[in-house]
């Protein structure tokens, strides 16, 4: 079984594939691992690592493919987690694949910028890869008001394919609703 943990970026994700990798030891596979080896392994072939999460998604899409592919020819069970996968991406590989993915969209639609600032803010010795820390102020405002945005396009999305989204409100009340979603048992 393959479990996808995908959704907007700082919605969660990496930190909560740390506890299911913890508390259901399952092998956990990060996205930008991906994204960084075409970039640093094939620089004169490169892409823009900085466009947009669908724009970058799009590109991985054939390596992802192959390596979920490849998860399934050996009977693996992996937890599969980041950004990179774009809606048509992920419903054709359940369609392709029905019992043998799963996957969880999250986002954050309904958190105004400031509490969404604020709370990353709040936690922010707790998050890893926090590759926004160089932006000022504004520019963090103006990313989070791009994610928020982002998340009611995903959403809406996720409601045309039938795919599950959860809106993050407390990850840490919500853990156990989204490994369940994913299909996770120990």
């Not at 996957?103 to 922010?124: P, S």
């Not at 010795?125 to 396009?153: C, K």
Request: charged share 25%; aromatic share 10%; hydrophobic share 40%.
């Amino acid at each position: 079984m393959i479990h996808i943990l995908t959704g907007i970026a700082k919605s969660g994700k990496t930190t909560l594939a740390r506890y299911i990798q913890q508390q259901f030891q399952i092998s956990c596979f990060a996205t930008d691992y991906v994204m960084m080896m075409l970039h640093l392994g094939e620089p004169e072939e490169s892409f823009d690592i900085w466009a947009s999460d669908s724009t970058v998604a799009r590109h991985l899409e054939p390596y992802l493919n192959g390596l979920i592919e490849t998860m399934l020819d050996h009977d693996e069970t992996f937890l599969i987690e980041g950004v990179h996968f774009n809606t048509d991406f992920a419903r054709r590989l359940l369609d392709k694949h029905p019992n043998r993915i799963r996957i969880v969209y999250l986002g954050f639609k309904d958190a105004t910028v400031q509490d969404k600032v604020a709370e990353l803010n709040r936690h922010a010795t707790a998050i890893p890869n926090r590759w926004y820390s160089h932006m000022s102020d504004e520019e963090f405002q103006h990313l989070i008001g791009y994610l928020v945005a982002e998340s009611h396009r995903v959403y809406k999305e996720c409601q045309e394919l039938g795919l599950k989204y959860i809106e993050i409100t407390d990850l840490m009340e919500q853990k156990e609703d989204i490994v369940h979603k994913l299909g996770i048992k120990k």
